[in-house]
């Protein structure tokens, strides 16, 4: 029996692994991918798979599909629509206006997961949230699994515009988090207790099909960051 979330999961590393390749130089632009067929071999993994990942790579406009000749390498320089860039965050105001600007944005991407979300969905979700606590406990920053958390909510909302802002954040994302928890004068262990409560009333709001909870508990979490890096 096939498990769609398995899939979807699998999907993901499958993407990450083409992206890979378009970075290596091994297929400059304009170039011809390898088969599906070949593909699928390469990174051992059903062709429906290999597709999901591929329909994400077209979306973003990594490669195209010429009818009859398979995929192809964009060329990166004759895009139209450029990538969003936020730019560095350059100094302490600028996180503080970040971290206001991020409570604003996912208070509403949250909300809307609390609507959108599926099963599958909030099965992310919960994965997440949990790779991120055994991250921590296990002594690590927790940086991209927060990252990733949220990045599982932006997809529970249903709209792609929030996760495609989301990704155009992310380098600012790991510099606020890196942020808050070097100078945070709150002990790491209560920090680690804020963060998991923080991020369980988030998953559980949603789960509740709450949009005002969810808002709430995203709110919370974000000007909680707020405040352990400024003590405000």
Same mark, same amino acid.
């Given at each position: ?59 973003? /406009? ?44 996912? /208070? ?31 002594? /690590? ?92």
């Amino acid at each position: 029996m096939n498990n769609p979330r398995a899939e979807r999961l699998l999907g993901d590393v499958v993407y990450e692994e083409l992206t890979a390749l378009l970075g290596s130089g091994e297929l400059p632009p304009q170039s011809r991918l390898p088969s599906e067929n070949e593909l699928s071999q390469r990174l051992r993994v059903s062709r429906p798979v290999l597709r999901q990942a591929l329909a994400r790579l077209r979306a973003e /406009g990594r490669i195209s599909t010429r009818k009859g000749a398979g995929n192809y390498v964009a060329d990166s320089s004759a895009a139209t629509t450029p990538k969003v860039s936020f730019g560095p965050l350059t100094s302490i105001p600028d996180v503080r206006s970040f971290l206001e600007f991020r409570s604003s944005l996912e /208070g509403e991407m949250a909300a809307r997961a609390a609507v959108h979300h599926d099963r599958e969905s909030l099965a992310e979700i919960g994965r997440r949230r949990r790779r991120l606590e055994s991250a921590m406990a296990a002594g /690590g920053d927790g940086i991209e699994e927060d990252i990733a958390f949220h990045a599982a909510i932006a997809q529970a909302s249903g709209n792609r515009f929030f996760s495609m802002t989301m990704e155009a954040l992310a380098e600012q994302t790991r510099f606020s988090i890196g942020l808050i928890r070097q100078l945070s004068d709150r002990p790491l262990a209560l920090r680690m207790q804020d963060v998991y409560r923080e991020h369980a009333a988030i998953e559980q709001a949603i789960a509740s099909g709450d949009p005002a909870a969810a808002r709430d508990a995203m709110t919370a979490h974000l000007v909680g960051g707020i405040a352990r890096l400024f003590g405000k």
